[in-house]
Structure formats: C-alpha cells, structure tokens
C-alpha cells in the first residue's frame, strides 16, 4: 500500500468518526432537550398545581370570613330584634305598674272596692301563714283601710280555716309609698300588704307589686308567644 492510499484510507477513517461524533452529539442535543421539555413541563404542572392550591384555599378562606360575617350580622339582627322585644314586655309592665298607681288611689276604687281587695289579700295571707299571731305591715296611707277591713277578715280566715281568730299586728313601720317625681328611683309600694309570722322566718308579700310581678313571670311565656309568635314564624 503506497502513500496515496494510505492517506485515503485516514481521511476515510477521520470522516467515519466525524461523522459518528457528529450523529452521537445530535443524539445526546436531541435527548437534552427532550429531557429539558419534560423537566420544564413538570415544573410548569407543579407550579401550577401549587397557583390552584393557593387559589382553593383563598378562596376557602374568602367563604369561611363570609360565613362568619354573615353570622355575626345575623347574631346582630337577632339581638336587636329580642332586644325590641324585651323593650316591649318592659313597657307592657311599666305600663300595669303604673295602672297599679290606680287601684292604691283611694278615691279611684269607689265604693270601697280597694278596702274589698285589700280585705282578699289580708285573708290570702292569713291562709297561707295559719299562724295563731301575725305581724301586718302596708303603707302608711293605708292604715284606715286595714284597720277597717282586719276584724271582717280574720274572721273570714277563722270560718275558712275552722281556727281561732288569729292576733293580727299592724306594724309600726309602713312600707313605702307610692313612687313619686321626688323618690322616682326610691323604693315605692302601690299598695296591698306584707305578713310574717311573729318570728319573721315567714313571710308573705302581698304587695300589688309583687303580685303583679308572680302573674307577669308566671303569664310572660304566654305574652311573648301572642306578641311574637308572628315574628317568630317569619
């Protein structure tokens, strides 16, 4: 083999391994970049799976400060409306306290119709005591009254209850009169009567105010079912 040929022969074998190096490094530029797609479309999933995410849970915490919002609202609108109500029942009561005013004014309840009630109370209270010896206290402008009605009263009790006539004390200190512009806050009585036992370990209040404050608790359930059971439906 001379020269010539064996110089051929290299430049055959140099475009052989060109030509290899050539198609390896295209394979090698082809599969990196393959390798680049898929790695940045896994990156770009990720990243947005991670937007969707952060997305779901603002907008879950959007809707939860919605709920609480319009709860509190609701809570709000509830306490105002059962806040009316309650101003309501209390002016009701205001309203019965001040016609109780009437009923202790003497000159209202003609025809002795005050002395007959007063007269009730006192042998309510005698019932419900069955002491032998009671103290009585009412107010002061109603000592004519008591003193007038007492005898026909313990009697009365004495014929109900099948006893002897109790002894029956006015006390000397009188419950409170009526409420007035100068003692508005003050401790007030519209009238009626307070008894205890001789020891005082008992006693009965049978005061208009505190009767009209046993039928007020006792019928309010009743009142607030008539005055909202309209609102209460709706």
Do not use: W
Request: net charge positive.
């Amino acid at each position: 083999m001379n020269d010539s040929d064996v110089s051929k022969q290299i430049q055959q074998m140099v475009r052989f391994i060109r030509q290899e190096a050539e198609e390896k490094a295209n394979e090698i530029s082809v599969s990196a970049e393959e390798e680049f797609n898929i790695e940045k479309l896994q990156i770009v999933e990720a990243e947005k799976k991670k937007i969707k995410q952060e997305y779901e849970r603002k907008q879950k915490q959007v809707e939860v400060r919605k709920k609480i919002e319009y709860s509190m609202q609701l809570n709000a609108s509830r306490i105002k409306v059962l806040q009316a109500q309650d101003d309501l029942v209390d002016s009701m009561k205001a309203a019965a306290s001040k016609e109780l005013l009437n009923v202790g004014h003497h000159s209202f309840f003609h025809h002795h119709k005050y002395d007959a009630l007063v007269k009730a109370l006192i042998v309510q209270s005698l019932l419900r005591l069955k002491e032998p010896a009671v103290l009585l206290r009412c107010r002061k402008e109603d000592i004519g009254v008591v003193e007038n009605v007492l005898g026909s009263a313990v009697e009365e009790y004495a014929r109900k209850a099948n006893v002897h006539e109790p002894e029956v004390i006015i006390d000397r200190v009188h419950l409170p009169g009526p409420p007035s512009s100068h003692h508005a806050h003050g401790p007030s009585c519209s009238g009626g009567i307070v008894m205890a036992s001789r020891d005082g370990k008992i006693v009965i209040e049978n005061t208009l105010d505190a009767r009209l404050e046993v039928v007020f608790r006792k019928k309010l359930p009743e009142i607030r079912k008539k005055l909202f059971s309209q609102v209460a439906a709706a």
